[in-house]
């Protein structure tokens, strides 16, 4: 959680989706497959944003409210005097909100408040004759889901 400083000037979203690590699938194939080519479906697991919330972690929107202790900033402005007449002021992340700037009244259903599910896709991997032991075949977007929270 937290501000990122970049949000203030670049103008980011909060809850914005972002593209997970690449993750490492090992396919073993009969040597037959290797000579005549094939297609196989692989089936795996892998996190995703919740389908229901949206990745908020509230069962609807009206569940979002916005941190009374913060404002909604998820930043909370602290001020310590040091000597007389010095003041030193720095902000902390709302503990409240944990830097979200906003509570859940009612936690989603389906992630419970996780924001993540786990769920399992798959995709078709083209086994192409002749193709060497220890080929790398490479899909875009099988990997896990994450927010950049």
Partial sequence: GGMDPFD?????????????P??????RVSLNDVYT???IEIVYSRQT???H???SGADTQDDLIKCSKCNGE???????????GFVQQFQETC???????????KKCHVCHGGKVVKSFDFFVA????GVKDGHVYEHEDVGDEYLNV
């Fill in 8 to 20: 203030m000037f670049f103008g980011h979203q909060r809850n914005q989706e972002i593209k997970g």
């Fill in 74 to 84: 998820g930043v909370i402005i602290q001020k310590r005097q040091i000597a007389p």
């Fill in 95 to 105: 503990d409240k909100c944990n830097g979200d700037g906003q509570t859940i009244k």
């Fill in 53 to 55: 919330c949206r990745g």
């Fill in 37 to 39: 080519g094939k297609e």
């Fill in 126 to 129: 083209v086994i192409e004759k």
């Fill in 49 to 51: 944003i919740c389908p």
């Fill in 22 to 27: 690449t993750i490492n699938l090992k396919v």
